[in-house]
T-cell receptor, first 111, second 119 residues
Framework: KQEVTQIPAALSVPEGENLVLNCSFTDSAIYNLQWFRQDPGKGLTSLLLIQSSQREQTSGRLNASLDKSSGRSTLYIAASQPGDSATYLC??????????FGAGTRLTVKP | DTGVSQDPRHKITKRGQNVTFRCDPI?????LYWYRQTLGQGPEFLTY????????KSRLLSDRFSAERPKGSFSTLEIQRTEQGDSAMYLCASSLGETGPLRAKNIQYFGAGTRLSVL
């Protein structure tokens, strides 16, 4: 059974800092990994999807890396802004059907 | 297409009442998923449909829960005899459901969710 863990659970940084969010998973036989953003009381917005054959994906100030062999992914946010404040979730397919999510990292970027 | 739509956004009900939620997926997506999310946790899988067929249900889906997707388009999730422990955000997602070599590109698109409060 796939288990996903995210560290830290919460993070507070001043505006402008670069930061790294961590995700680990127990079963390395995944075919992709997704990072999502969730604002309070809202649904999930997909940020980045990394296929198993890829090492990283970039979108604007976001960069996600994937190391399947060690069961880890990181989400790097450059030059953080108050608008980046949200919960960030990583998820991997449990099989061909559902996704397993971590509990998320709650990020606060202070002006 | 405006994405995955869920209705209602919020539902407050008394314990013991029945509630029904609706999800409209992205029109060309053949897969539809239901998840439940409690405070401070990530979403947990409940069930999924491939077109109109319900192919998998998790152990979280007790016999008080039933989901349908009668024409392979929208889906409903009904909870009978609600309990306080049912209070959560119920999320719907849809995907193209690519298989084989293309499955790595499967992206699930999520709706805004229905927040259920059972008093």
């Amino acid at each position: 059974k796939q288990e996903v863990t995210q560290i830290p659970a919460a993070l507070s940084v001043p505006e402008g800092e670069n930061l790294v969010l961590n995700c680990s998973f127990t079963d390395s036989a995944i075919y992709n990994l997704q990072w999502f953003r969730q604002d309070p009381g809202k649904g999930l917005t997909s940020l980045l999807l990394i296929q198993s054959s890829q090492r990283e994906q970039t979108s604007g100030r976001l960069n996600a890396s994937l190391d399947k062999s060690s069961g880890r992914s990181t989400l790097y946010i450059a030059a953080s802004q108050p608008g980046d404040s949200a919960t960030y979730l990583c998820a991997v397919p449990n099989n061909n059907n559902d996704m397993r999510f971590g509990a998320g990292t709650r990020l606060t970027v202070k002006p | 297409d405006t994405g995955v739509s869920q209705d209602p956004r919020h539902k407050i009900t008394k314990r013991g009442q029945n509630v029904t939620f609706r999800c409209d997926p992205i029109s060309e997506h053949n897969r539809l998923y239901w998840y439940r999310q409690t405070l401070g946790q990530g979403p947990e899988f409940l069930t999924y449909f491939q077109n109109e067929a319900q192919l998998e249900k998790s152990r979280l889906l007790s016999d008080r829960f039933s989901a349908e997707r009668p024409k392979g388009s929208f889906s409903t999730l009904e909870i009978q005899r609600t309990e306080q422990g049912d209070s959560a955000m119920y999320l719907c997602a849809s995907s193209l459901g690519e298989t084989g070599p293309l499955r790595a590109k499967n992206i699930q698109y999520f709706g805004a969710g229905t927040r259920l409060s059972v008093l």
